[in-house]
């Protein structure tokens, strides 16, 4: 028999592990450069970036065009790899792999979502959704099950049989909330995700992506050039001439559940029910 004691000692250690992991970096790198090579021209898009995101970290990214945060972001998603440096993603270096290897990496380990919502026009949003399982080993049963609970984790429930063309954009980003989820990544990257939605359908997204981040501790990181899209994250990074200009905690931060509870609600068209 377990004495008081001896399961409060155990509790504790569970808890201290528990801290232990969420502490844990996903994203590690270490003085990493890009270099172009455009003829005989050298075009340096990144000079020594050094950046850890820890597990169940929401960070923007933001930069003017030509800063070096598109780069950044091509190379924590394993779609390019540093001229030199380390890159480490969830504890494994994926600096030198190949584009196959990358390739593995990305459909394993990381979750994308695009501003253009990147949905196969003619195959509905469960087959959207189940898309990246395709490529694992997951039976026919398995994946329908994953992605009917990511379509319902992003509020799509009833929908999963529309096709993009029936959902507007704000459905159809949730659409791709969900890709990203169903694979269980290490990390979610956002790529502009609000950039073709309106103002309140930029809520709705930024709600669910604040949710997902902490009830489910996902590590998010979002690119965007709007500032008040930043404040919904939790830290944000400024990138300049190739640089980390700026790395800072949102002290006053947005919740996007507050906000819609104060916006009057939508009285949808009957083209979509």
């Not at 998603?77 to 969830?90: A, E, F």
């Not at 269980?184 to 073709?196: C, V, Y």
């Not at 590590?219 to 300049?240: C, G, N």
């Amino acid at each position: 028999m377990i004495s008081v004691t001896e399961l409060e000692a155990k509790e504790k250690r569970t808890d201290d592990d528990l801290e232990q992991r969420v502490a844990q970096p996903v994203i590690q790198l270490s003085h990493v450069h890009k270099v172009y090579y455009m003829g005989d021209v050298e075009v340096h898009a990144l000079r020594g970036i050094t950046l850890t995101v820890k597990k169940g970290e929401f960070v923007a990214i933001m930069g003017a065009s030509g800063s070096g945060k598109s780069t950044t972001m091509n190379i924590i998603g394993c779609l390019d790899r540093p001229t030199k440096g380390t890159y480490i993603l969830d504890g494994q270096d994926v600096s030198e792999l190949s584009r196959d290897e990358r390739a593995d990496i990305r459909n394993q380990k990381i979750g994308f979502v695009f501003q253009g919502f990147n949905l196969l026009a003619r195959t509905s949003a469960l087959e959207n959704v189940e898309l990246p399982m395709l490529y694992s080993n997951n039976n026919t049963a398995d994946r329908h099950q994953r992605a009917l609970k990511a379509l319902s984790e992003v509020g799509l429930s009833g929908r999963e049989q529309s096709h993009p063309n029936q959902l507007s954009g704000g459905q159809q980003q949730r659409v791709a909330i969900a890709r990203a989820l169903v694979n269980q990544p290490a990390l979610i990257l956002a790529d502009e995700p609000t950039g073709n939605l309106d103002s309140r359908t930029s809520v709705e997204v930024m709600e669910i992506f604040q949710r997902l981040n902490r009830d489910d501790h996902i590590t998010l990181i979002l690119v965007t050039h709007e500032h008040d899209i930043a404040e919904y994250a939790s830290r944000v990074i400024v990138f300049k001439d190739g640089k980390i200009k700026n790395d800072y905690l949102v002290t006053n931060r947005r919740d996007a559940a507050e906000e819609l509870k104060l916006l009057p609600p939508i009285i949808e068209d009957d083209d979509d029910e």
